[in-house]
């Protein structure tokens, strides 16, 4: 699970929605987790890590290597 590690790199001041969006981790997920933490077991282990799915609603954001494509 990613989560600690966004945690971790958000104390050492690197901001939340930087890392999740480098890591491709779902932000409101990550403050969901945040909010109630939970192991790798209970979550699922290794195959539901917090990546992106189709629950997650985004802003719209721009992803790299989109801009100046024409």
Known sequence: MMFPLVRELAVDGIP?????RVLNLCRQQYYRW??????DSQFGGEEACGT???SCV???????GSRGEG
Not at 16 to 20: L, S
Not at 34 to 39: A, G, K, S, Y
Not at 58 to 64: I, K, T
Request: contains cysteine.
């Open 52 to 54: 992106r799915s189709s």
């Open 16 to 20: 939340v929605t930087v890392t999740c």
């Open 34 to 39: 945040l909010d109630e933490p939970v192991t």
């Open 58 to 64: 985004h802003g719209g954001g721009v992803r790299a």
